[in-house]
């Protein structure tokens, strides 16, 4: 599928005070379970394609990247909307995350890991050029860097302290 490339520069408007950055991803410790590795990676795209499908869980937009090591990048309204999203019990985590600590963890055949930050908008700084949709500016909202947002230190923080829609 072939996406639209944006010439020129570009930021990110965030439209809220924060935003909740999620990292998470796996490592295939020993390719030869591959198994193994397959049972772990099968349950992410069930719980993407639930969050994607319901805007209310708090998920504004993800990326992803493969190879020995996984990563997928996700933005979230809030702690409490991810915090929510891993406890809901008819949600698509708890089954595979309880299957994964019974069955798998402590084996070393599969790593999981995640990290979350909060950060203020204050604290955001983004430029795409010559990109698609991608990131921040894909999950919230892509704007043209233009006067008042040339520099890495006009941009940061430029669109903190108001709610989604409001403009700067």
């Known amino acids: 599928m072939e996406q639209t490339i944006f010439p020129g520069r570009y930021t990110a408007d965030p439209g809220r005070d924060s935003v909740t950055v999620f990292l998470i991803g796996m490592?295939?410790?020993r390719w030869w379970r591959a198994g193994?590795?397959?049972?772990?990676?099968s349950a992410m795209p069930r719980m993407l394609r639930h969050l994607s499908a319901n805007p209310d869980s708090g998920m504004l937009g993800f990326e992803?990247?493969?190879g020995?090591?996984?990563?997928m990048?996700?933005?979230w309204e809030s702690p409490e909307h991810l915090r929510r999203f891993a406890a809901d019990r008819d949600a698509p985590h708890l089954e595979p995350w309880r299957r994964f600590m019974k069955e798998l963890s402590g084996s070393g055949d599969v790593g999981i890991w995640h990290e979350t930050y909060q950060v203020p908008a204050s604290?955001?700084?983004?430029?795409y050029s010559g990109m698609p949709l991608f990131g921040l500016a894909k999950a919230t909202a892509q704007v043209p860097i233009g006067a008042g947002t040339n520099?890495?230190?006009q941009r940061m923080g430029k669109f903190a302290g108001r709610t989604a829609g409001e403009t700067p």
């Open 68 to 71: 020995r090591t996984t990563m």
């Open 36 to 41: 193994k590795v397959l049972q772990v990676a």
């Open 27 to 29: 490592r295939a410790n």
């Open 151 to 153: 520099t890495a230190k």
């Open 73 to 75: 990048v996700s933005y």
């Open 64 to 66: 992803q990247w493969f």
């Open 123 to 127: 604290g955001i700084e983004t430029v």
